[in-house]
């Protein structure tokens, strides 16, 4: 029961941020993809999104603010740093000794900055004094990904594998920018995404459906704020929950203001709303003005 509260917050953002989910990309739309982005003859993604910073409250029970979440985009010399920080608060936060985990993707533009593709994904957890870590290395000029983790002080799995031909793996923050920015095909209502992540107990991708208006309508009524609602499929295994369901809501220009994991074990529904969003434009929103 511990390991789950420790766990959830990290999870939530990190399937809501994809669509906002454990990665988002048409199988199609590979690195040879040449379908128009909605941002053509705008700025690189990285150039995009620099700087953006979304802050994001967790709630599951009758707990309103369990943990908090941010996700931001740095400038990383002539590549990029997307950082994931999430810790438990409150009574929460007690129970769990106020874990904090902090995912960070190092990723370069590619295709002529259409596209993020990650080079290092590191994982850092902390419950108290005690800190587990994990980075994964991709090398695509050999094919090669490399996995090493660590806890106690101690090295505890070092391995290496091959990465097929013709597949990109995505991670869970880069494959957020790059659904929003359109790598993966047009943002199209009806239209279903595969992506292709990290393999994990042999589940190596997601699946997206964006709903119809008709459909968002039948189950959310009118909104004003959100224009997608977002379907996600993912392995039930990943993030502990019994169906691997996910809503995921955006406003027209694609942030995700809310979003559902439906079903966790122990948990039930555990939820997340955008609270706050902040860009190198210096626009800045708080919550309550979504």
Known sequence: ????????????????????????????ASQDSQEALPYENKPSIGETFESEELVYRIAFWWFSHAADGRIKVERDGDDYLITLYAETTGFIGWAT??????????????????????????????????????????????????ERSWGGGKEEKHKEEPIPEGILYDDYLSAFYNFRFGAYGPIEKGREYTIRTFPKKG??????????????????????????????KIGKEIFGSQTGEIEAFFTKELIPVSGVIKDMIFFGDVRGTLVEIGTKMDFKKSAGTF
């Open 97 to 146: 000794r106020y874990r904090k985990d902090i995912y960070k993707a190092y990723v370069e533009e590619i295709n002529d900055g259409r596209r993020f593709r990650v080079k290092t994904f590191e994982r850092e957890s902390k419950i108290s004094d005690r800190v587990r870590r994990s980075i994964i290395t991709m090398d695509y000029e050999k094919r090669i990904m490399k």
């Open 1 to 28: 029961m511990t390991k789950k509260i420790l766990f959830f917050t990290a999870a939530f953002l990190l399937t809501i941020l994809y669509s906002s989910p454990n990665s988002i990309a048409s199988e199609a």
């Open 203 to 232: 589940v190596s991708t997601m699946y997206l459906r964006l709903v119809t208006d008709e459909e968002k309508t039948e189950r959310m009524g009118e909104s004003d704020t959100v224009d997608y609602l977002a379907d996600i």
